[in-house]
């Protein structure tokens, strides 16, 4: 598969807004988010991946969540979910790309570990800082419940999820000096009439799209450590194998000579690199 061209902050997609609600001290994130599921699920389509219904309601509620989350967050921000459920026993996996609008993600329903607990795992990377990861416990099955419980922990503040309509989100988050009695007390009702009561400030439009970027070259980087010690078992006496990227669930197909390609131009390049001497 052809790697795609990233997304442009200046091209169609997703528009997320960010409002600062002025005596109330909270940052509001909104999106319709219909053109964006409609890309996932011609991902889907393209890729012959059929997640359980309910698997596929967890997922776009999540990547609701995420997307409104990520649009909250500074511009140099690298961002990945893993939100572990035990019943149903699924992983929801997201990340996105702040600086380029890219988000992509995908449902694992196979070999899921039983855990005692739901598990919420949060890593960012801001520009060349080392990457943070935070984990906290949450109950139910619940994306949006889930993302809540990791403002709460893990945020330290308190961020509130609504859901206005079919494909209309909303998050509010906390900031300095926020009102919070009011913040704790809103309703979908309320968020539904808060441009009419309340004086909202834009302060950004942001454009995301559905894109992952992988390709046969990032595939076979995977692959290179089995090739290079246990090639038969990885081809198994086959011409090619399917990989498929653990990102987005994209099939990849990679022969093997086109791996023992890869595999002998790596090491050869390693060995005439600089400092790296000859064999």
């Known amino acids: 598969m052809a790697e795609t061209t990233p997304p442009n902050p200046d091209e169609s997609g997703l528009e997320v807004r960010t409002c600062f609600v002025r005596g109330r001290?909270?940052?509001?994130a909104r999106a319709d988010f219909g053109e964006l599921f409609v890309d996932y699920y011609l991902h889907l389509a393209a890729q012959r991946l059929q997640p359980a219904p309910e698997h596929d309601a967890m997922f776009k509620r999540a990547l609701a969540?995420?997307?409104?989350?990520?649009?909250?967050r500074p511009w140099d921000e690298l961002i990945a979910w893993t939100v572990n459920f035990q019943e149903p026993r699924l992983n929801l996996f997201l990340t996105g790309d702040n600086e380029t609008g890219a988000v992509?993600?995908?449902?694992?329903?196979?070999?899921?570990?039983?855990?005692p607990a739901n598990i919420f795992y949060a890593d960012v990377v801001r520009g060349r800082q080392p990457k943070r990861r935070s984990m906290v416990n949450f109950v139910g099955d619940?994306?949006?419940?889930?993302?809540?419980?990791?403002?709460t922990q893990s945020e330290q503040r308190l961020g509130r999820f609504f859901q206005l309509g079919e494909e209309d989100f909303v998050l509010i988050t906390e900031h300095p000096d926020c009102d919070l009695p009011w913040l704790r007390g809103l309703t979908t009702d309320d968020v539904r009439a808060l441009d009419r009561h309340e004086t909202l400030a834009l302060l950004e439009r942001r454009i995301v799209r559905w894109h992952c970027g992988c390709n046969q070259a990032r595939m076979?980087?995977?692959?290179?450590?089995?090739?290079?010690?246990?090639p038969d078992e990885l081809f198994g006496g086959d011409p090619k194998i399917e990989i498929r990227c653990p990102r987005c669930g994209a099939r990849h197909a990679i022969t093997r000579e086109a791996m023992e390609a890869f595999v002998a131009e790596k090491g050869d390049s390693h060995r005439r690199s600089p400092g790296g001497g000859e064999a």
């Open 142 to 151: 619940d994306p949006l419940v889930a993302a809540e419980t990791f403002y």
């Open 65 to 72: 969540a995420f997307v409104l989350h990520a649009a909250s």
């Open 104 to 115: 992509t993600g995908r449902a694992f329903a196979e070999n899921v570990r039983e855990l």
């Open 25 to 28: 001290n909270v940052l509001l």
């Open 220 to 230: 076979m980087e995977v692959l290179a450590p089995t090739m290079r010690t246990q």
